[in-house]
């Protein structure tokens, strides 16, 4: 199979704070990942592309510095959501590229992230 | 650039009935299609994908949809609707050699009656 884990699958913060959202690959080796931001019945928008060893592409008008993309290893790429304000809440959904055999590489999806700033 | 329209936000039909989620994309090149189901506070599953392949193309779920590059169109259908069908669908293009990032549409939210 090819199974995406986050965690955590909630979470709760105040103002000013910041929170790290952990996208793992179970099953696969991931040398991209993508993270989504989707708001209340919206869709999903891509937010950044991170690579492992290198740094992460942001899509246009996502702050840098604010959402912090680590992809350390193969399995593992974090978000960070730095001074988090009421405003960044939202629910962010990480996805997986697994390299295959034919001419399309599938994107498989974690269970998302809800986050709540107060 | 590209983008994909998904005509209708909200769909209703009742049980046992046909689905049919329509989908338009623009893409500049030859795209890869898709159509994503999630249920609420969940992620999203992989129902079917349009690769260059057979152009109908069948899913999980006894989902399928048919690629009409005439029309741009990759509409997704299920001849008979069950209530565990419920959820909201977001059809997705893709290029093919590219970055294979994925452009969503704007979902549709599926609503099944008894």
């Known amino acids: 199979g090819a199974v995406v884990s986050q965690h955590p699958s909630w979470v709760i913060c105040k103002s000013g704070t910041s929170v790290k959202i952990e996208c793992r690959s179970l099953?696969?080796?991931?040398?991209?990942m993508f993270w989504y931001r989707q708001f209340p019945k919206q869709s999903l928008m891509l937010m950044a592309t991170?690579?492992?060893?290198?740094?992460?592409?942001?899509e246009q008008g996502v702050e840098k510095d604010k959402f912090l993309i680590n992809h350390a290893s193969l399995t593992l790429s974090t978000l960070t959501v730095t001074s988090a304000h009421p405003e960044d809440s939202s629910f962010y959904i990480c996805?997986?590229?697994?390299?295959?055999?034919?001419?399309?590489?599938?994107?498989?999806f974690g269970p998302g992230t809800r986050l709540t700033v107060l | 650039a590209q983008s994909v329209t998904q005509l209708g936000s909200h769909v209703s039909v009742s049980e046992g009935a046909l689905v049919l989620l329509r989908c338009n994309y623009s893409?500049?090149?030859?795209?890869?299609l898709f159509w994503y189901v999630q249920y609420p506070n969940q992620g999203l599953q992989l129902l079917l994908k349009?690769?260059?392949?057979?152009?109908l193309v069948k899913g999980i779920n006894g989902f399928e949809a048919e690629f009409k590059k005439s029309e741009t169109s990759f509409h997704l259908t299920k001849p008979s609707a069950h209530m565990s069908d419920a959820a909201e669908y977001f059809c997705?293009?893709?290029?093919?050699?590219?970055?294979?990032?994925?452009?969503f549409g704007k979902g549709t939210k599926l609503t099944v009656n008894p």
């Open positions: 893409s500049s090149v030859p795209p890869y």
């Open positions: 099953d696969f080796q991931a040398t991209t």
């Open positions: 997705a293009v893709s290029t093919q050699g590219g970055s294979e990032k994925l452009v």
């Open positions: 991170s690579n492992e060893g290198s740094k992460a592409t942001y």
């Open positions: 996805s997986a590229r697994k390299i295959g055999t034919g001419d399309y590489n599938e994107q498989f």
């Open positions: 349009y690769t260059s392949a057979a152009t």
